[in-house]
């Protein structure tokens, strides 16, 4: 039977290319590459970077929005729509970035997911005009009946009384810019020419759209319909009732599959609520009432409808929910991180991870992926089981399918050793700071607890024998060889092995005699990844001078800077006459551009207050000036003197900047211990 279930898994995979809305028993993981104000993170020449270590573990990636915003924007003000130039270089990255980057992931087997927004857009010069864009030797543009007639509850109206403008809205009212009215032909020829694109042309394979509550679920079906994605979720951001029905509004016509799947809020918020408290009990409680999309309550309740497990998205984290750098946010996880992955990605529905958290613990969240796909875990898994519903330890198992014994069994809390599963039946394969993941022993499997990927020093890797079978051995090569009975080192399950070199491992389960089940990792080493000052950047006497690191790749730096006199230049963005490449800084790849100034008798170093590096489209934030700064997109992480150099360890420093980044280069949370780089120094955090 386990044999025919994958196979059936793999002809899906083959077939999906087909379904709209979101398929069915569908085993894939999803990440949301991107996080507020995450520009570098999620730079396209980045995440180009990190396909082939998504590959195998992300099989859906969500970017931002990837039009020109006309400035420093996560996307959400949508500006242009068609590709061409400059419209499609966002805070992201330009469109020959784009393109590439989608095409890596196609080529790692990885879909990239658009972020759509249609229910509003950004004006060119007053409340009522839009951009015209040619795309195809076609120009489309929005005009002012194509706003609702009731905008902004009515002061587009207001403000603009000659104007005419369209229908009402068929959604909620947006103040932020103008709504689209849905009902218009030309916003409706718009949205399927734009939504057309992102697939055919871009190669994007689904959607996510953005603040599905401002027009009907109609128009979701209306332009899926049309432009056949793949995967298609909206942020219908409210509670479970609510969202059955969004979901339901997207059946073409009120008839056949729904065209849309939907992101599972009350999965996020009873898991914050669980998480935060350190009460585990809440884990089977509702949210104000609403139990999430993957509760046997609400799957009950909609059956007659649709499966909302097939069209839950859960995720515990996002954008908009999470702690922003200005420190807003509506309802972040707080606690326990991995432990809260942990219980999702053991769950049924299509678990969405948060970039931040994957940056933070990647190895740990691979590592669940691993196990979930080895446990066969799919959206449309058939139940669970509660097995101990205490508040320090909270024990489910996870069905596949009404004919099958329980694969994969989740512990989470204080104390997970408070629940103990039984031996015949369960094998653990991993554990961490308040979680333990079980797999049934009747799936015959090996398992590896170290995923695949980049390692930066030596580490232990257990190998496990998930079986029901006495005496069951397993069987590793690590020169890429298949394992056989007399092909490679036989261990005892439980065996932990050292990777310290570059290698492919193989492991098969050996039972009376016979190889089988054999799985890979690829592990690679890197060298860690210690940031310092490039020697490209140096003191320039009798010169107004700063520093740029290049991490957002941009092909052009232009410079615009201020002070008590006024602005140097003209006219934004300031020019680049004065910028000039100098260098490349080795510790990181990135280019280094250094921008003097000629002082005069009104303008002098000590009078320049600000400054704001850009490429036209996007820019970094205001920079508080001090010369001989050296700056990347996000921080100030050093200043060059007459003697220059990087400070010295400091043990505990107190970090007062979002910019932070281990020994192996990748930008961490607030909450990361142990050696960092922040502001050009490196510091101890405890």
Request: aromatic share 14%; charged share 20%.
């Amino acid at each position: 039977m386990k044999k025919l279930y994958f196979s059936a898994i793999f002809a899906l995979f083959s077939l999906v290319v087909n379904a709209q809305g979101w398929p069915a028993n569908y085993g894939g993981v999803m990440l949301q590459g991107f996080y507020w104000d995450g520009f570098a993170d999620a730079s396209w020449p980045i995440m180009t970077k990190r396909a082939a270590d998504f590959k195998g573990y992300f099989d859906l990636v969500w970017l931002p929005q990837s039009g020109n915003c006309n400035g420093t924007s996560m996307g959400y003000d949508d500006f242009y729509w068609f590709p061409g130039g400059e419209r499609y270089t966002s805070s992201f990255g330009d469109e020959n970035q784009l393109r590439t980057l989608i095409n890596t992931f196609k080529n790692n087997n990885i879909g990239t997911i658009a972020d759509v927004v249609i229910n509003h857009r950004k004006n060119v010069s007053s409340w009522v005009d839009f951009p015209a864009e040619t795309y195809n030797g076609v120009t489309y543009q929005l005009k002012s009946t194509d706003i609702c007639g009731n905008d902004d509850g009515g002061n587009t109206k207001k403000q603009n009384p000659t104007v005419t403008l369209g229908a009402n809205d068929t959604g909620e009212d947006w103040g932020g810019m103008r709504d689209l009215d849905h009902t218009s032909a030309n916003v409706q020829n718009n949205c399927k020419a734009y939504t057309k694109m992102l697939i055919d042309d871009l190669g994007y394979v689904g959607f996510r759209y953005d603040m599905v509550k401002g027009y009907s679920a109609y128009y979701t079906a209306l332009y899926n319909d049309y432009a056949k994605p793949q995967f298609s979720v909206g942020e219908c951001w409210d509670g479970t009732a609510t969202i059955c029905n969004w979901i339901n509004g997207t059946r073409l016509n009120g008839t056949g599959e729904p065209l849309s799947a939907a992101f599972d809020f009350q999965f996020k918020y009873v898991c914050r609520n669980a998480f935060n408290a350190s009460d585990m009990t809440k884990l089977n409680a509702a949210n104000d009432g609403n139990m999430p999309l993957v509760s046997t309550t609400s799957r009950n309740s909609y059956t007659s409808k649709f499966d909302t497990y097939r069209y839950a998205i859960t995720f515990v984290e996002n954008h908009d929910t999470e702690k922003r750098p200005d420190g807003s946010s509506n309802g972040p996880l707080e606690k326990d991180i991995p432990a809260a992955n942990a219980w999702m990605l053991a769950h049924p529905g299509t678990p969405c991870v948060f970039l931040k958290h994957y940056l933070a613990y990647p190895n740990e969240i691979k590592a669940m992926i691993d196990a979930r796909k080895a446990a066969g875990i799919i959206n449309q898994c058939y139940s669970y089981t509660n097995l101990n519903t205490k508040e320090t330890c909270y024990a489910r198992s996870i069905k596949v399918n009404d004919n099958s014994d329980a694969r994969l069994l989740v512990i989470v809390g204080s104390n997970t050793a408070g629940y103990t599963p039984a031996a015949a039946t369960w094998q653990e394969v991993l554990s961490g700071t308040h979680y333990k993941y079980f797999m049934a022993k009747k799936l015959e499997i090996p398992f590896v607890n170290k995923p695949s990927g980049t390692y930066t020093e030596q580490f232990k890797a257990k190998l496990i024998a998930v079986s029901a079978t006495s005496g069951a051995q397993l069987v590793y090569t690590t020169n890429g060889s298949i394992p056989t009975a007399t092909n490679g080192t036989k261990v005892n399950s439980g065996t932990e092995i050292t990777i310290s070199d570059d290698c492919t491992l193989k492991v098969g389960l050996l039972k009376s005699g016979v190889v089988s089940d054999v799985i890979t990792r690829e592990f690679r080493f890197e060298e860690p990844v210690v940031w310092t000052l490039p020697s490209c950047a140096t003191f320039v006497s009798d010169k107004i001078f700063a520093y740029f690191e290049n991490d957002r790749q941009w092909s052009k730096v232009n410079v615009w800077a201020w002070g008590s006199f006024g602005n140097i230049y003209s006219e934004w963005p300031g020019e680049s006459t004065h910028v000039t490449k100098v260098g490349t800084n080795p510790s990181t790849g990135y280019d280094v551009y250094r921008w003097e100034y000629t002082p005069t008798a009104t303008i002098t170093a000590d009078k320049v207050t600000g400054l704001i590096f850009n490429n036209g489209a996007s820019k970094t934030d205001d920079i508080a000036f001090e010369n001989g700064g050296y700056y990347n997109f996000s921080s100030k992480l050093a200043v060059i003197t007459a003697s220059t150099g990087i400070s010295n360890l400091d043990a505990d420093a107190q970090a007062t900047d979002d910019a932070i980044y281990n020994l192996a280069g990748q930008r961490v949370s607030k909450d990361y211990k142990g050696l960092v780089i922040q502001n050009g120094r490196k510091l101890l955090k405890k």
